[in-house]
């Protein structure tokens, strides 16, 4: 989590798909982190295989979908297209 962030202040990117469970910073910190210091905020996707966080609160966080492990690959790409369309 926190080498993404660093990467984040120094590259541009539009979409971010992260793990909950990290050593050092975990998804929910990330997405608080790149919500104060990256701007423009890439869209932010998180997976976990637990429910460490409820839709309500993700939503709260900003972001924009949370999946649950196991997870295809196309579903996630399916969903990431659909909301960089829009």
Same mark, same amino acid.
């Given at each position: 989590?926190?080498?993404? $962030?660093?990467? &984040?202040? !120094?590259?541009?990117? =539009? ?5 909950? /469970? ?20 890439? $869209?932010?996707? &998180?997976? !976990?295989?637990?429910? =460490? ?5 993700? /939503? ?20 990431? $297209?659909?909301?960089?369309? !829009?």
């Amino acid at each position: 989590g926190n080498i993404a $962030l660093e990467i &984040l202040k !120094s590259e541009k990117f =539009d979409v971010v798909v992260s793990d909950m /469970r990290m050593p050092n910073c975990d998804g929910e910190k990330l997405i608080k982190k790149i919500n104060e210091e990256i701007k423009p905020k890439p $869209l932010f996707f &998180l997976y !976990s295989g637990f429910s =460490d966080i409820s839709d309500e609160e993700a /939503r709260k966080l900003g972001i924009t979908q949370a999946f649950s492990k196991p997870l295809r690959r196309a579903d996630l790409i399916d969903v990431m $297209l659909l909301h960089i369309e !829009s």
